[in-house]
């Protein structure tokens, strides 16, 4: 398995997996706008024998807190071909993810998933309670990278989000 950052060259693969993985349209065209407004800030493929199995996006969202905007990072979504599944690419996608965008200097992730399967990357309902976020619920978590992450803010995802169910 190769885990390494989306190029230009993997789109057409990358839009295959989202729309067989999630069984529809929303996933592939929410990555295109992504890519499109300038928001996906981290955009990584696993390769098995040279073939594009699984896809992951990290993007852009915002923190309003005490008249601050800060910066922080959204995962979604995250995606393996049905065939190539239970093998830890989900995990080695979101892991090596994590190391680059801790590399950069980012200081919390979200997400919104089975916390039975973002919990085993340290993923809380509990460090997401602080903050005010449309997906707020017992699937919303997130993941603290550094000390100086924000403690509590309302939340802005990038605008492709807008109208996604
Ligand atoms: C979720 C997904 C990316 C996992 O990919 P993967 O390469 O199979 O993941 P890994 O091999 O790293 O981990 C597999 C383990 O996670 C578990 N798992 C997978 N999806 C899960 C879920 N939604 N909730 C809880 N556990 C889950 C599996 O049961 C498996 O555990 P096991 O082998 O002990 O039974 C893949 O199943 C997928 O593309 N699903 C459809 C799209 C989706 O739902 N994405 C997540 C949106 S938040």
Known sequence: MNIRPESSGDFVAVRAILREAFAGDDEADLVD????DGDLLLSMVAEEAGQVVG???FSRLWLRHDGQRLPGVSLAPLS????HRRHGIGAALVEAGHGRLRHAG???IFVLGDPAYYGCFGYSIAAA????CVYA???FQALVLT???PKAGAITYAASFDGLA
Do not use: K, Q, T, W
Not at 33 to 36: A, E, H, I, K, Y
Not at 129 to 132: I, V
């Open 137 to 139: 619920g017992p699937h």
């Open 80 to 83: 393996v071909m049905p065939g």
């Open 129 to 132: 309670r602080a903050f005010d």
């Open 55 to 57: 896809h992951v996006a």
């Open 33 to 36: 706008r992504l890519r499109n």
């Open 147 to 149: 000390s100086l992450a």
């Open 106 to 108: 980012e200081s919390i």
